[in-house]
T-cell receptor, first 116, second 111 residues
Framework: GDSVTQMEGPVTLSEEAFLTINCTYTATGYPSLFWYVQYPGEGLQLLLKATKADDKGSNKGFEATYRKETTSFHLEKGSVQVSDSAVYFCALSDPFQAGNNRKLIWGLGTSLGVNP | AAGVIQSPRHLIKEKRETATLKCYPIPRHDTVYWYQQGPGQDPQFLISFYEKMQSDKGSIPDRFSAQQFSDYHSELNMSSLELGDSALYFC??????????FGQGTRLTVV
């Protein structure tokens, strides 16, 4: 079945450091890929998405490129801030799922802590 | 813009009690999802509804049931609560195959 594998955390960085959180997936067809962020004590927020190969999602300085050849969707940010401290979830939605709705398949989440 | 509204935000129940969580999707969204997130865990899919009909079922215990009403709001009913049911419960809504938008969640604590 479909699955998402994320790099394990926690990840601790200094402010202005470069961030990469790896995410790879397995899916039947051509899934849509997402990064969600969960700040402490809050709900899940969509950070960025990509719906087809070679698409690049970007938001708030974060970027991720849908790489079909490596089945990856790694999250990157050139210079992290303390306010980026959160848990980041990679997820996919498979259009070949039965029915009209497509539940999200989640990675386990990567906790990021950024020190000033 | 209107978001997904969940109520209550926090709920404390005793073991063996019953809890009802409510979700009000974004207007015109036709699909509602329920997820359970334990401490330090990724969200686990429970159940979903499309146009008021159950469309998919995940790891939802038999003690739980859910439905979507004519106004598209949804309720998750949880009976015979156990300590292990303590978690964040998220509702999300979407319009057909667009991305899901999440509510703030209901934090259920079973004591």
């Amino acid at each position: 079945g479909d699955s998402v594998t994320q790099m394990e955390g926690p990840v601790t960085l200094s402010e202005e450091a470069f961030l990469t959180i790896n995410c790879t997936y397995t899916a039947t067809g051509y899934p849509s890929l997402f990064w969600y962020v969960q700040y402490p004590g809050e709900g899940l927020q969509l950070l960025l998405k990509a719906t087809k190969a070679d698409d690049k999602g970007s938001n708030k300085g974060f970027e991720a490129t849908y790489r079909k050849e490596t089945t990856s969707f790694h999250l990157e940010k050139g210079s992290v801030q303390v306010s980026d401290s959160a848990v980041y979830f990679c997820a996919l939605s498979d259009p070949f799922q039965a029915g009209n709705n497509r539940k999200l398949i989640w990675g386990l989440g990567t906790s990021l802590g950024v020190n000033p | 813009a209107a978001g997904v509204i969940q109520s209550p935000r926090h709920l404390i129940k005793e073991k063996r009690e019953t809890a009802t969580l409510k979700c009000y999707p974004i207007p015109r969204h036709d699909t509602v999802y329920w997820y359970q997130q334990g401490p330090g865990q990724d969200p686990q899919f429970l159940i979903s509804f499309y146009e008021k009909m159950q469309s998919d079922k995940g790891s939802i215990p038999d003690r739980f049931s859910a439905q979507q009403f004519s106004d598209y709001h949804s309720e998750l009913n949880m009976s015979s609560l156990e300590l292990g049911d303590s978690a964040l419960y998220f509702c999300a809504s979407s319009l057909r195959d667009t991305e899901a938008f999440f509510g703030q969640g209901t934090r259920l604590t079973v004591v």
